[in-house]
């Protein structure tokens, strides 16, 4: 199977905060919105957006970090924490907010779960999708291409 | 090939780890400072309540037993005999050398500034005492730098009552234009913190701890002072040692290489190159100390390598601000010698600007923001000025 992209409906998003407090659970053992490494946002003409890691390619974080503390594996974008130094250059060049301070500076961002992705599992609303491009076509009708394009780079 | 490197903050330990990713012989390092640390998170460990020693930089097991960490102070180079003297009278010998001294906190030479209660925010000691303070107390800032809002914002939320003193006449003068860092001041000022600018603090008062700061117009009551007035290089190991220097900093080659073949500096010691001009400028900040180390182990391992510069990418955090300045300001670039153009738009939440040069390429991005769904568009400058200038 070729990769695969966490695809975000915010239409559908109710703001039930369920991908939020699994992923602090997950990742750092508590129930804690700024240990999640996904954001419920409200965001200008919409009510509620979702904000996570793209996993750009290329990856404007990976490309400034100087430290060598963020590595692309299979397509995700890794931040590796005991390596990070926290000169917080790759917030500088994130467009999406998506690396950001758990207390006293330690950064974190997502990892797709290692490819498994929990908060997927977990959205009652099925507002987060994590398919191959392909497939996301037709499981949102309607699908907003230009998101679809940005998530994929452009391409 | 037997590598030692002097000083083991962030740019020390990142050139040890790079020469021994490359298989660079065998590689020592001398630490003034034991276990090595980042400065980056000092201000957030302050905020948060966290302890010290969440600063602390990972070593590997693999660097541990690959090369050696020495503790201990190098006091002498006798560079026409390759060696390093230490404090403790040991004495290493080298092919290489790697000068990572850091820099030292500048604080201003004014009456008083050396009272008790009165330090630089820099480094362990100073975030140790500024953790046991109780709460309440007055507490003045001078210089309005990433260093001074980020912690004067710390202060502040460990339920102190913070002054800033800056004497340019906006925050940031080295970092941001005026009009984003407008929106800094006025932010800093709504969470409670005082902000004076064009107020350049003349003299530390008090008989044996501070009292008082007092500028050429006022006297404002404080009972401790921290000063955050930038840094200048830590070169008292090199001096009169015929190195060449820019200013007060060491003179490196694009590749790292001082003016003496095999002697080699970085970070905040040594003055780096801008991408965009090729100029040397001094830019003390961590992710350009790395920068060097790796273009330093490259070279030592004989690749070769070929570098321009580096772009600047700074964020910080200033109370509930994204502060963001990616490439050039416009100050900046104008003082290297660029014509630019500079242009900013508002919203209810944020301030952005553009720097373009000859009003075409992006070589400069700066945001200030409290809404965290307003686009950066950092990235296009770094993408634009590779393209242009590569
Ligand atoms: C509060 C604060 C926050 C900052 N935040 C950021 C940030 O977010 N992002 C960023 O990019 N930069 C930041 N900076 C700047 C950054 O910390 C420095 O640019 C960086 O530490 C420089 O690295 P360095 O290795 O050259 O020097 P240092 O990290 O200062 O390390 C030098 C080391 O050498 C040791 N040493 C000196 N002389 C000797 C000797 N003779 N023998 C043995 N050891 C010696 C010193 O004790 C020290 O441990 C911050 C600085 C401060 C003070
Ligand atoms: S952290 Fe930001 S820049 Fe890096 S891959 Fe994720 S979205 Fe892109
Ligand atoms: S903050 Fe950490 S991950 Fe980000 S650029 Fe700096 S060292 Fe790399």
């Avoid at chain 1, 974008?77 to 790759?90: D, F, M, P």
């Amino acid at each position: 199977m070729g990769r695969q992209v966490l695809y975000v409906v915010r239409e559908r998003c109710t703001a039930c905060m369920k991908c939020v407090f699994t992923c602090s659970l997950v990742k750092d053992g508590v129930l804690d919105p700024t240990h999640a490494r996904i954001r419920v946002v409200g965001r200008g003409d919409v009510a509620l957006d979702v904000d996570l890691c793209r996993h750009c390619d290329p990856a404007p974080c990976a490309e400034v970090c100087e430290f060598g503390a963020i590595k692309v594996v299979n397509g995700t974008v890794v931040l590796v924490q005991e390596r990070c130094t926290t000169c917080k250059a790759c917030m500088s060049v994130c467009p999406f907010g998506a690396i950001t301070d758990s207390g006293g500076g330690a950064l974190i961002k997502c990892d797709l779960c290692g490819g498994d992705p929990e908060c997927v599992k977990v959205c009652p609303h099925d507002a987060l999708i994590f398919e191959p491009p392909a497939n996301l076509r037709h499981r949102i009708p309607n699908g907003p291409a230009e998101g679809i394009k940005e998530l994929l780079g452009g391409r | 090939m037997r590598v030692v490197v002097i000083g083991c903050g962030v740019g020390g330990v990142e050139a040890v780890r790079n020469l021994v990713a490359a298989g660079v012989g065998e590689v020592k390092a001398v630490c003034g400072e034991w276990p090595p640390y980042t400065r980056h998170r000092l201000s957030e460990i302050l905020r948060d309540g966290l302890p010290p020693t969440t600063a602390s930089i990972t070593l590997e097991p693999e660097l541990l037993t690959k090369a050696e960490f020495v503790k201990g102070f190098a006091t002498e180079l006798r560079l026409g005999r390759k060696e390093v003297v230490l404090d403790s009278g040991e004495v290493l010998s080298y092919d290489s050398l790697i000068i990572a001294t850091g820099g030292l906190p500048f604080i201003p030479p004014i009456k008083g500034a050396g009272l008790r209660n009165a330090l630089p925010f820099y480094g362990m000691s100073s975030l140790k005492y500024l953790q046991s303070l109780p709460k309440g107390l007055r507490i003045v800032v001078v210089g309005a730098g990433l260093v001074g809002l980020t912690v004067a914002s710390s202060l502040m939320s460990r339920g102190h009552r913070v002054a800033v003193f800056e004497a340019l006449n906006h925050v940031l003068p080295s970092v941001m234009d005026e009009e984003p860092a407008k929106a800094v001041t006025a932010h800093l000022r709504d969470t409670g913190v005082k902000v004076f600018l064009k107020s350049r603090v003349e003299e530390v008062m008090g008989s044996s701890k501070v009292e008082a700061v007092r500028t050429s117009s006022m006297v404002w009551g404080s009972d401790v002072v921290v000063y955050a007035a930038g840094v200048k290089p830590r070169i008292s190991l090199v001096e009169g040692l015929g190195l060449e220097m820019v200013g007060k900093a060491v003179r490196i080659t694009q590749l790292g290489e001082t003016s003496l073949s095999g002697v080699y500096a970085l970070g905040d010691a040594a003055i780096s190159y801008d991408y965009v001009t090729g100029k040397p400028v001094y830019r003390p900040l961590g992710f350009i100390a790395a920068h060097y180390a790796r273009l330093i182990a490259e070279a030592l391992a004989g690749k070769g390598v070929r570098d321009r510069g580096v772009i600047p990418t700074i964020y910080e955090r200033v109370g509930g601000l994204d502060v963001i300045r990616v490439g050039l300001s416009a100050s900046e670039a104008e003082g290297l010698g660029l014509t630019v153009d500079l242009r900013c738009s508002k919203g209810p939440a944020w301030v952005e600007c553009f720097v373009r040069e000859a009003g075409r390429t992006l070589v400069g991005y700066e945001l200030v923001r409290s809404d965290p769904t307003k686009r950066n568009k950092g990235y296009e400058v770094v993408r634009e000025v590779k393209e242009v200038y590569q």
